[in-house]
Structures are given as structure tokens and as C-alpha cells.
């Protein structure tokens, strides 16, 4: 009986040059067809994992619920029903960067919210779910999907909403699990 | 009832440093790092990978 590799699908929500570049030529060279999304897919860190990997971009403001269902439909159809979901989302304004807490105007803190936070909400019932898998696909007992939401946030910012000093050293425990791994 | 789904939330406590062209690892706002203060995304996602499933499966037809 011949047998035919079912190639998992990884979709990244929220892409730059940062985490999510990495996480998406990783993906790409472990055998995962992947798709990442961000409100401008046509950064160049963006447009070169396309020509690298074949990142399959696509264009998503994730704050929005009815973006996030279109975005998932796009790539239920274009790659198959993702069974990794990385939420990569940043979520700060730009007039937010370097502000103290006492500076920050409270209409931008609720936009930062509603895009780092509320952004992982409309993305989590995709996953997983019956609606966006293809009928060739395992069913879901077999199947081990992911949802991996990332934060980051330098220690700093537990203190301050938004560091006013980027240059932050990682607590000494993040610095030991990254040389241990 | 279980739903096969796993969710893992990664806080990365850490400035992130990705890799420019000249090799050095550098943050868009605060530049270029210093003593290694910032973390490598390349190693995140490693670890990220990690967590989650094998890439493939193969299924008989």
C-alpha cells in the first residue's frame, strides 16, 4: 500500500524579522508548509522567506475577529488546516515605545491591549477545530495540534508598561534556559 | 474531554536580537548587543520547535 507524506501545516500570526522569521525557517526546513501573517506582509523579511523557505504570506490585522476567521480560511484553502498556530503578536503601538507608565495616553494602552492580547482570542477556536480541517486529514483524537502564544517582554516591563531602555539582560534564569537548550 | 489540543504560552523574558547581515545580532531600537543581553530567536524558535509535534506524519492509502 503506498503510503504519502501528509505534510503538517504551521501558521505564524504576527511576522518580522525577529522570532517569527525564525520560527518559520525552522518550520520550513523541518518539513512544515508554513504561512505567516502580519498587518503589512510586504516587509522585506517577510517577502525574503518567501523566495527562501516559500513562506506563504498573507495580510492580517488579527485584531480584528472577522481578519483572523478570513485569515484561517485562506489558509485552510491555500496550505490545509494548520496543526501549529504560533501567536507572535507584539501589539504595541509605535507612539507607545518609550513612554512611563504615567505618560502613556490611555487610548493607545487600550489598543496595545486589544492587539496583544485579544488578538490570541479570535485565533484560538481555529485551531483544532473541525471547521478548518480537510476531509483527507486525520481526525482530531489523532492528531496533537499546537496553539503556541509567545510574550515577549524583557523584565523591565513588569515594572513599566512600556520600557523606556531597551537594553534590558535577561533575568539570570531565561539566560540559563537559553544556553542549556 | 480532551480535545488534542495543546496549548503552550512562552513568555520570553528577554530583548529579542536577530541576526544582521554583517553577523552581529542587533534590536531595532536599542542596537547592537552588548556583553549577549539579548536573546537569539533562532535559539527560541529551537525551542519552540521542540514543544511542539514531529513534522510529518505518514498516512497509508
Given at each position: 500500500m503506498p503510503k504519502v507524506a501528509v505534510q503538517d501545516v504551521a501558521l505564524i500570526v504576527g511576522g518580522g524579522p525577529g522570532i517569527s522569521a525564525s520560527c518559520a525557517r525552522l518550520l520550513a526546513q523541518d518539513g512544515m508548509r508554513v504561512g505567516i501573517a502580519a498587518r503589512d506582509p510586504d516587509k522585506p523579511v517577510l517577502e525574503s522567506l518567501e523566495r527562501s523557505h516559500g513562506i506563504r504570506r498573507y495580510r492580517c490585522d488579527a485584531s480584528e475577529p472577522d481578519a483572523v476567521r478570513e485569515l484561517f480560511e485562506a489558509v485552510v484553502r491555500d496550505l490545509g488546516a494548520p496543526t501549529l498556530v504560533v501567536h507572535?503578536?507584539?501589539?504595541?503601538?509605535?507612539?507607545?515605545?518609550?513612554?512611563?507608565i504615567t505618560d502613556v495616553e490611555p487610548r493607545m494602552a487600550l489598543e496595545t491591549l486589544r492587539n496583544a492580547a485579544f488578538s490570541a482570542l479570535p485565533g484560538r477556536p481555529a485551531v483544532g477545530t473541525d471547521h478548518a480541517r480537510q476531509p483527507n486529514q486525520c481526525p482530531r483524537r489523532e492528531r496533537n495540534d499546537h496553539l503556541l502564544p509567545t510574550q515577549v517582554r524583557p523584565s523591565k516591563a513588569s515594572r513599566q508598561v512600556v520600557p523606556s531602555q531597551w537594553h534590558v539582560t535577561p533575568s539570570p534564569g531565561s539566560r540559563r534556559a537559553w544556553r542549556e537548550n | 474531554m480532551p480535545q488534542g489540543i495543546h496549548v503552550a504560552n512562552v513568555p520570553i523574558d528577554a530583548a529579542i536580537g536577530w541576526t544582521q547581515e554583517d553577523g552581529s545580532r542587533a534590536h531595532r531600537r536599542a542596537g547592537t548587543t552588548v556583553d549577549d543581553n539579548m536573546a537569539d530567536p533562532d535559539r527560541i524558535a529551537g525551542d519552540l520547535s521542540a514543544t511542539a509535534s514531529p513534522a510529518s506524519v505518514d498516512v497509508g492509502i
Open positions: 507572535n503578536i507584539d501589539g504595541r503601538v509605535a507612539g507607545i515605545f518609550g513612554k512611563a | -
